[in-house]
Nanobody, 121 residues
């Protein structure tokens, strides 16, 4: 069973920064696209960012462009650096993996348990 484990969430003031990490239990995830999604209270889960298996292709939701950066290392960890955080960024952030990437939630095969990010205004 493949597992994705997120970390790095917490409480931060508006304008601050956080860096989330997601580590996969298998090195074969080096060949997977990785993505970040988030779900705010009372709202549906939404796409945040994704990165191809090579790291050469990245995609961002319009709401986070210019503020968030997705990256991955050469092993099995993907990161989400979040700058200039806003209250509206408050959500549980989930890591996901698949072979194709994309913004469609149901296209992603593996999910982490989520890490909570709270941005105080």
């Amino acid at each position: 069973q493949v597992q994705l484990v997120e970390s790095g969430g917490g409480l931060v003031q508006a304008g601050g920064s956080l860096k989330l990490s997601c580590t996969a239990s298998r090195r074969t995830f080096r060949s997977y696209a990785m993505g970040w999604f988030r779900q705010a209270p009372g709202k549906e889960r939404e796409f945040v960012a994704s990165i191809s298996w090579s790291g050469n292709s990245k995609d961002y939701a319009d709401s986070v462009k210019g503020r968030f950066t997705i990256s991955r290392d050469n092993e099995n960890t993907v990161y989400l650096k979040m700058n200039s955080l806003k209250h509206v960024d408050t959500a549980v952030y989930y890591c996901a993996a698949n072979h194709k990437g994309g913004e469609y939630i149901h296209a992603w095969d593996y999910w982490g348990q989520g890490t909570k990010v709270t941005v105080s205004s």
